[in-house]
C-alpha cells in the first residue's frame, strides 16, 4: 500500500531509523536486525513499506536508498539534529537572546552538534568555568570575543600566548577600558607578544563572550532579559568549531552594522 | 523514544501550515482565518497545541514564532519541500536521473514549488506546451542549455532576440556539432545576433536541457536510463526560478564563450 511521504518518513520511528542507517550506507537484512535491535516480524512491514514508495530498493541481499530517498533523508535531517538539540535543554534555548546572532547561522545551530550545557555551581560562582579553563591551555591558536572582563582571564591568555598559542582577542570598548585602567600591566605584556593580537570592536556583539580555538568551542549567550545566568555552551565537534569561525567572519567582515575593528599599536 | 517536537510538526497538517505561515511573520487571526480560508474555530486547539509547546507566541493580537519555534520551523521549511515535490509527481521523480544536479541543488530542491509536469499529447509531440511559448516570448532575458537539440528552437530564440530579449545560451559539443553540420544557416543567424550569448560545455556529464527567465523554469531532467522522455517540469514560482538560475550558473560556469566572429 501507498501512504503519503509525510507519513512514510515521519509517523513510524522504525522506518525513521531504517532510513538513517541507510543514509550511512546499504545494510543487509541481519545488519539492519541488529543494528536497530528488532525482529524480521516487526521491521519487515516497514522495510516493504518504504520500498512501495520507492525510498529504498534491494539489490540481492543489500538494501540502499534510491536517489530519492537520499535527497530526503538528507533534508530529514537538519529538523532532527535541532529537534534534538531543542528538546535536551529546552528551558535553556527558549530563554536565550539571540540578537547576536545573523539569520544564517541561527538556523544552523544544529551544527552546534553534541554540545554540553554548563550550569554555574554556586559555590564557583565567581571563578571562570573550569571546562573553559581547563581547554586553554589545550588550544593552539584562540579566537575570543569579550565584552566582559573576568579578573583572572588576562593572565589565563598571557600564560597561553607565552607558550606559543596564536591568540586573536576582540574586545568591547568597556573591556578595553577595564584593562587599561586595572590590568595595564598584563596588557602591555600581551601586546608585547607578536603572536597574540586584539583587537577593538566599535559595535559591540550583543553577546557576553564567544571562543573558538582549534580544540573546543565556548558560547556565552544573553537571557531574554539580556542578563548574563552563566549557562554556557561547550562543544568539541568539528562543525561547531567551523560554526563559531562563521560567526567572527560575519562580526568582523559586517563592520559598518556590528562592529568596526581597529588594531592597537 | 518518539520526539515530541516531531510529533507537533508532522502529525498534525494544521499545526504545521500554522507553523510555517507564522515564518514569514507575525499574523493576526483575520489573516490566518483568509490564509486557510476556515472557521477561526478550527485553528483555536492547533493554536494552543503550538503554544503550549512553546513554538508559538500570542502577545496582545497577533501570533509569531518563538525563537526555537523559528529555529525548527526553518528547519522544517526545507524537509517540507522535498516531500512535498516528490510527493506530487512520485511517479516523475522517481524515474529520474539526478546526477546533473550538484549536491549542493540537490540539497535544495524542494525550492521547485508549484512544479507542475507537462507531457505533450502524441500528435503534438514535437511542439512544446504553450503555456511554455507564451512566458517564454513574455520574458526580459533568458537562460537555456540545449543538451539536446530541438528544431524549433532556433527559430524561436531568433524571434526573441529580435524582441531585445537577453539571452545566453549554453550548448553541448554534441548539438554544436549536430548545428554545424545540418543547421548552418541557423547556427549562423543566431551566432550574429548581439543580444545572444553563445557559450559552448564541453565536459563529459550531461546536463538537463533547461530554460530559465525572468517568469518561467523549465526542466527537461532525464530518466533512469538516461533518455529523454518527452516530460518536463514547470514552474513560475520566483523560488524555482531562483533555483533553476542557480543551476544554470552551475553549467554556465564551466563553459566558454564561443566567438561571434567564428566560421
Not at chain 2, 510529533?7 to 487571526?29: A, C, H, N, T
Request: charged share 30%.
Amino acid at each position: 500500500m501507498k501512504t503519503s511521504l509525510i507519513n512514510t518518513v515521519w509517523f513510524s520511528e522504525k522506518r525513521k531509523n531504517v532510513l538513517l542507517l541507510l543514509y550511512e550506507g546499504e545494510r543487509d537484512l541481519e545488519q539492519i536486525k541488529k543494528s536497530l535491535n528488532v525482529t524480521t516480524r516487526s521491521i519487515m512491514p516497514q522495510i516493504k513499506t518504504l520500498k512501495n514508495n520507492n525510498l529504498i530498493e534491494q539489490k540481492q541481499d543489500q538494501f540502499c536508498l534510491t536517489t530519492i530517498g537520499k535527497t530526503i533523508v538528507k533534508s530529514m535531517l537538519p529538523f532532527i539534529s535541532t529537534s534534538r538539540i531543542v528538546e535536551e535543554n529546552k528551558d535553556f534555548w527558549a530563554s536565550r537572546n539571540f540578537d547576536a546572532i545573523p539569520p544564517h547561522l541561527f538556523s544552523k545551530i544544529k551544527d552546534l552538534g553534541h554540545y554540553f550545557l554548563i550550569e554555574p555551581d554556586i559555590h564557583y560562582m565567581f571563578e571562570l568555568p573550569r571546562e573553559f579553563v581547563d581547554n586553554i591551555p589545550k588550544s593552539k591558536s584562540i579566537v575570543t570575543f569579550i565584552s566582559y572582563l573576568h579578573p583572572t582571564f588576562l593572565s589565563l591568555y598571557l600564560k597561553a600566548a607565552q607558550a606559543g598559542t596564536n591568540i586573536s582577542l576582540f574586545v568591547s570598548e568597556n573591556v578595553l577600558e577595564k584593562m587599561k585602567n586595572e590590568y595595564l600591566e598584563q596588557f602591555n605584556e600581551l601586546m608585547k607578544i607578536t603572536n597574540a593580537t586584539i583587537f577593538l570592536c566599535k559595535e559591540n556583539p550583543k553577546i557576553p563572550m564567544v571562543t573558538v580555538t582549534d580544540w573546543f568551542c565556548y558560547i556565552c549567550l544573553f537571557n531574554e532579559e539580556e542578563r548574563y545566568d552563566h549557562r554556557d555552551i561547550i562543544s568539541f565537534d568539528e562543525s561547531s568549531l567551523k560554526w563559531c569561525n562563521k560567526l567572527f567572519d560575519y562580526y568582523k567582515t559586517n563592520t559598518q552594522k556590528l562592529c568596526q575593528i581597529t588594531e592597537l599599536v | 523514544m518518539e520526539s515530541s517536537l516531531t510529533e507537533i510538526v508532522w502529525f498534525s497538517e494544521k499545526r504545521r501550515k500554522i507553523l510555517l505561515l507564522l515564518l514569514s511573520g507575525p499574523k493576526s487571526p483575520e489573516e490566518m482565518k483568509k490564509e486557510f480560508g476556515v472557521d477561526w474555530r478550527s485553528l483555536i486547539l492547533p493554536l494552543k497545541e503550538l503554544k503550549e509547546e512553546g513554538l508559538v507566541n500570542n502577545p496582545e493580537r497577533f501570533y509569531e514564532l518563538s525563537s526555537i519555534g523559528k529555529l525548527i520551523v526553518e528547519n522544517v521549511k526545507p524537509i517540507e519541500g522535498v516531500l512535498n515535490l516528490f510527493e506530487k509527481d512520485a511517479d516523475y521523480w522517481v524515474k529520474r536521473d539526478l546526477n546533473a544536479i550538484p549536491e549542493y541543488l540537490l540539497e535544495r530542491i524542494g525550492e521547485i514549488e508549484d512544479s507542475i509536469i507537462t507531457e505533450p499529447e502524441l500528435n503534438d509531440m514535437f511542439e512544446p506546451p504553450k503555456e511554455f511559448i507564451d512566458h517564454l516570448m513574455n520574458s526580459k532575458h533568458v537562460h537555456s542549455i540545449f543538451s539536446i537539440y530541438h528544431p524549433l528552437y532556433p527559430s524561436l530564440y531568433s524571434k526573441l532576440a529580435e524582441k531585445g530579449t537577453e539571452i545566453s545560451i549554453v550548448l553541448t559539443e554534441a548539438v554544436l556539432e549536430r548545428m554545424r553540420e545540418d543547421r548552418q544557416e541557423e547556427l549562423k543567424k543566431i551566432q550574429s545576433i548581439e543580444n545572444i550569448n553563445l557559450l559552448l560545455y564541453k565536459k563529459e556529464l550531461c546536463p538537463p536541457p533547461i530554460v530559465v527567465t525572468d517568469n518561467l523554469f523549465s526542466a527537461s531532467f532525464f530518466n533512469n536510463q538516461g533518455m529523454y522522455d518527452h516530460r518536463d517540469i514547470m514552474s513560475f514560482s520566483q523560488s524555482s526560478l531562483k533555483w533553476g538560475k542557480e543551476l544554470f550558473k552551475y553549467y554556465q560556469k564551466m563553459a566558454i564563450e564561443i566567438s561571434k566572429s567564428e566560421d
